[in-house]
């Protein structure tokens, strides 16, 4: 059983990832946070990122074993709206980022506008809007997804 009394207020979410190439990895997180690490060593590198009271750190693989990207289902990052989730398919595309799904707004669980990346070390991550009640209120009778560059192959 969960006590019921709650943690003290968080200020800071810190997350570690182990990581298949430091160097690529860093380079990736650099253009996904559109910032460079605070601290960079030959085994981690550090992302402060204030907006999203977010610490990261990359920390080099280096036992060799098998990196499980399995477990970790994904990583999300929530935007404004349609326009940026598009926008981050664009930075992502021009920054060499693996797109594992387009840009699209899906409607069955959480309808979302959303963008899936795989990093360089095989971590997914997803770029999310919520939809607005008016894009609420566009859902398709079939509730397929309706792809925001055209088409799936984009």
């Known amino acids: 059983m969960l006590n019921t009394t709650s943690f003290p207020p968080a200020h800071e979410f810190h997350m570690s990832l182990r990581v298949a190439d430091l160097e690529r990895s860093t380079a990736f997180y650099t253009a996904f946070f559109g910032l460079p690490p605070k601290d960079r060593t030959a085994r981690y590198s550090t992302f402060i990122v204030p907006h999203l009271h977010l610490n990261l750190v990359l920390l080099v693989n280096d036992r060799g074993d098998a990196l ?70 566009q859902m398709p009778a079939d509730m397929e997804p309706v792809y925001l560059l055209g088409s799936a192959a984009t």
């Open 68 to 137: 499980d990207s399995y477990s970790l289902y994904h990583l999300g990052l929530g935007v404004a709206g349609k326009a940026e989730v598009i926008a981050a398919h664009h930075a992502a595309v021009a920054a060499g980022a693996e797109i594992v799904k387009p840009p699209r707004t899906t409607w069955r669980g959480t309808p979302l506008h959303e963008l899936w990346l795989r990093d360089p070390s095989g971590y997914l991550l997803e770029v999310y809007a919520r939809l607005t009640d008016a894009e609420l209120a």
